[in-house]
């Protein structure tokens, strides 16, 4: 894979100038990361998610509310329009 990067110019002229250029910078990106221990981005094996994360990812992969979304409306609706407060009556 071919990429371009922005470095500064003296470093860029002493890797070129290197008989095995491309080889040296693999070994220099392969060494950082080892050095730096870049994390990676998916959690560990046997790392637990929080319950709320878990909840969320089981209603997605459930689809529990798959199709009632019209009845929902509906109920919440009926309730709004019922809804009243003791200050309400007392005008």
Known sequence: MDITLNI??????KV??????????TEAFQRMFELRRVPSK??????????WAQFVDDTKKKR????ISKEV???????????????????
């Open 42 to 51: 998916k959690p560990e094996t046997g790392t637990k998610k929080r319950k």
């Open 73 to 91: 409306h509906k109920t919440n609706k009926g309730f709004r329009e019922s809804l009243e407060f003791n200050h309400d009556k007392q005008q």
């Open 64 to 67: 529990l509310l798959s199709g």
């Open 16 to 25: 070129q100038s290197l008989p095995n250029s491309d080889e040296f910078a």
């Open 8 to 13: 500064p110019d003296d470093i860029a002229r």
